[in-house]
């Protein structure tokens, strides 16, 4: 850090925000670090725990530009967000002027539960907004008079339907060119650095004085080239491409220096190794009978079967205690494993070995076969035949467990017809193309995440604790019902004691049923009645950062990554499906719609920095 410092200069120094940040970050890490030594650990409050993040964030480039995206679109967001409010502000006024208390208790039933005060009523509709308490929040008016539907009617249409959806199509709008934009931000810096490897490569041996172009008169030796990818830190498979490459021409323009670099992106699709060669005619033909795409349909069909059984002896089974089950669906899975052996046998035979593993689907499917072999001899060492003898526990499981695991691994491998049906794969490699691609976003999420956490720790610890029934008096458990509302619906009444800030795990899932929304008043009103009022703006924060904003974000960017794939896919055949899923790097996806740099662009970027000196 120091020396980073150093070697930019003052004047870049104050020009990196990070940079200044990661130093404020340290030293306040290394203060409260002294603080806590001095007071022998023992302190309550530990600041550098809520810094920790910082570090993760300041050394992701893709992080930070999220992060930069995010203030960017935070203006839009937060006009739709202030139309939000007056909306919800417009309308609480509204139902504090329709459900007011009156002389007839009957009719009081709406204003003591949901608009006794300005922010009970606010609160309720910030709950109506997210449906958590819909209908609930309307039935005592709605069982007055059915007119007061109208009302909640035309709250949830204007704001959950038409300002949220709103929100979500701003930050959709805005999100919608980031991958392109990054990724053309990062083929221009690899152009530019390749561009930047030519001129210094072509000034060796030249006079100093003169200054370098980049132009088609500008050559580099071949040699002076290997010599470089000799030194290079790339994977064999690149270096031996390359040098290849290298070894067709004696002399390279920029251009031709340019074009090796392509070879980065060519390992991209994976050939699969011949077949082996038989030569006797019957082994020749059941090659070509277990090759073709039949075979795996069939393979499909009998999983499915198998599937279907497991179905049916679970329904019929269900009101049946373990010892009562029969044992016929331990010998149904007999045959079919020794089904799944055979046909895993028969492929390594038509593809061999490295052309059975070439394929995923077959490594699934080959896993998962061993794995249910294992399981299945394991029955036969500890139960023998015909498993008399059920009540009886050998080992680690019973028998009914063994079962019960060798049933679920058989619903998993069912799994391997994703690989065989064009849209579901379709889906799947999305899904995979998210996690390796959009983790920028997932580490934005758990800084988040961890923050959240640690504030709920420090303001909510011990806030709220569960009745010990066997340990507490007579006396302490009349205190506790007196204290305790037993509403239904409540905290208590839900028996929700688990979902609690005592430590940080727990914190974690608690934060993560309020970002799902379902029943997230039950803990906003369980906090405030056991800590304050205010405890609910560290909720709504949470709600506003979470549900709304990274969902919609996350929302957004599967929507642009899937209308890619299903525009490209459409000429693709289910036999190309694991071939193409090689093909879908975030480079490669928008590489065709990003406009590559000009000499002249590149050139002129390269005078103008400011550690090289290419007129020197």
Known sequence: MVSQSYLI?????????????????????????????????????????????????????????????????????????????????????????????????????????????????????????????????????????????????????????????????????????YLLMSVQTSIYRRCLGIHAAFVVLSCQGQDHSKKPTGTESEQVPGAVVLKVMERMQVKSYYRQAIIKKIAADSSMTGQ??????????????????????????????????????????????????NVICICTVLVLDSEKTVTERDDYLEVINCVFILFYCLEMALKIFAFGWKGYLSYKSNIFDGLSTILLLMFQISVFSAYKLPFCRRKDKHGLMSLWEMVRLINMLIVFRFLRIIANIKLMALVASTLIDLVKNLRAFAGILVVVYYVYAVLGIWLFQGSISPPDHNSLSNSSMENISANLSMECGTYEQLEYWPNNFDDFASSLVLLYNIMVVNNWHVFTDAYSRYTTEWSKVYFVSWWLVSSVIWVNLFIALILENFTYRWDHSQAFSVVDVERTAYQTSVQLMFREQVQEPTEEELMATLQQHPYLHLSS
């Not at 910030?126 to 009302?151: K, Q, W």
């Not at 020749?284 to 069909?301: A, D, K």
């Open 9 to 177: 200069g003052w004047d870049e120094f104050w020009k990196t925000k990070w940079l200044i940040g990661y130093i404020f970050a340290i030293a306040t890490s290394v203060i409260d670090w002294t603080l806590s030594l001095s007071m022998l650990c023992n302190e309550t409050l530990r600041i550098r725990r809520v810094i920790r993040p910082f570090f993760l964030l300041q050394n992701s480039s893709l992080m930070k530009k999220t992060l930069k995206c995010l203030k960017r679109t935070l203006p839009e967001m937060a006009s739709v967000i202030l139309l939000l409010a007056l909306h919800l502000c417009l309308f609480t006024m509204f139902g504090m002027l329709l459900f007011v208390k009156t002389e007839n208790p009957k009719y009081n039933g709406e204003w003591e539960s949901y608009f006794t005060d300005l922010p009970k009523s606010l609160s309720s509709l910030l709950v109506l907004l997210t449906t958590a308490n819909n209908p609930d929040v309307m039935i005592p008016a709605y069982s007055v008079h059915r007119g007061y539907s109208i009302f909640f009617i035309l709250f949830s249409v204007f704001g959950t339907y038409f300002l949220m959806n709103l929100l979500t199509a701003i930050i959709y709008n805005q999100f919608r060119g």
């Open 256 to 305: 031709t220096f340019q074009r090796l670099f392509d070879e980065l992106d060519k390992d991209q699709i994976k050939e699969h190794p011949p077949k082996p060669e038989y030569q006797h005619y019957f082994l020749q033909h059941l090659q070509r009978v277990i090759s073709h795409y039949s075979v795996t349909v069939l393979g499909n069909v009998v999983a499915l079967a």
